[in-house]
């Protein structure tokens, strides 16, 4: 099981987003992913392998952890990346989806 | 450039049946496994089956197993699910994604546009 907090994070253009993963138990050689979903939209990755960016993903985003404790940062806010985030382990199966942080402006 | 497209959603009775289809281009299809996710209306997503790039890797989520069946044809680059005995729960927008890498099944990158499957009387 994949817990995300908080469920919601209200924040300001500009501001810095800490979103935590947590796992029920540990995930197999940090295969763990992030994704971004906009309303009516398709899911993006952003982060993959726990530390490492999708192609064309912006440097302010990063991903950090292991074990059991994962983190998405958002550096600096733009106004486009306020949207709903999961976490997703793809280490052993079942593979796992977390039940999403929705970051909406403050 | 890598496209997934999705088909064969629909309205479909309890206890029915539907296979839903996932064409795929721009990559070399067997390399890469495939999965279904799926997201409830206003709900997160959730994790469906996947399988891997040869076809002989299938898993399941234990509210599926049993129900579902998973299969890809490399020769048409197609991912398909045929899904059976359909329950009102199953009622979701099914997206197909590939494993953003060869060597694993996740992350998933890209995703199709989905399909939407709604099981009702």
């Known amino acids: 099981v994949l817990t995300q907090s908080p469920g919601t994070l209200s924040l300001s253009p500009g501001e810095r987003a800490t979103l935590s993963c947590r796992a029920s138990?540990?995930?197999?050689?940090?295969?763990l992913a992030w994704y971004q979903q906009k309303p009516g939209l398709a899911p993006r990755l952003l982060v993959y392998d726990a530390s490492s960016r999708a192609t064309g993903i912006p440097d302010r985003f990063s991903g950090s952890g292991s074990g059991t404790d994962f983190t998405l940062t958002i550096s600096r806010l733009e106004p486009e990346d306020f949207a709903v985030y999961y976490c997703q382990q793809y280490g052993s199966s079942p593979l796992t989806f977390g039940g999403g942080t929705k970051v909406k402006i403050k | 450039e890598v496209q997934l497209l999705e088909s064969g959603g629909g309205l479909v009775q309890p206890g029915g049946s539907l296979r839903l289809s996932c064409t795929a281009s721009g990559f070399r299809f067997s390399d890469y496994a495939l999965t279904w996710v799926r997201q409830a209306p206003g709900k997160g997503l959730e994790w469906v089956s996947s399988?891997?790039?040869?076809?002989?890797?299938?898993y399941y989520a234990d509210s599926v197993k049993g129900r579902f069946t998973i299969s890809r044809d490399n020769s048409k680059n197609t991912l398909y699910v045929q899904m059976n005995s359909l329950r009102a729960e199953d009622t979701a927008l099914y997206y197909c994604?590939?494993?953003?890498?060869?060597?694993?099944?996740?992350?998933?990158?890209?995703w199709g546009q989905g399909t939407l499957v709604t099981v009702s009387s």
């Open positions: 994604a590939k494993a953003y890498t060869s060597r694993s099944f996740g992350g998933f990158d890209p």
């Open positions: 138990q540990s995930v197999s050689s940090s295969s």
């Open positions: 399988i891997s790039g040869s076809g002989g890797g299938t």
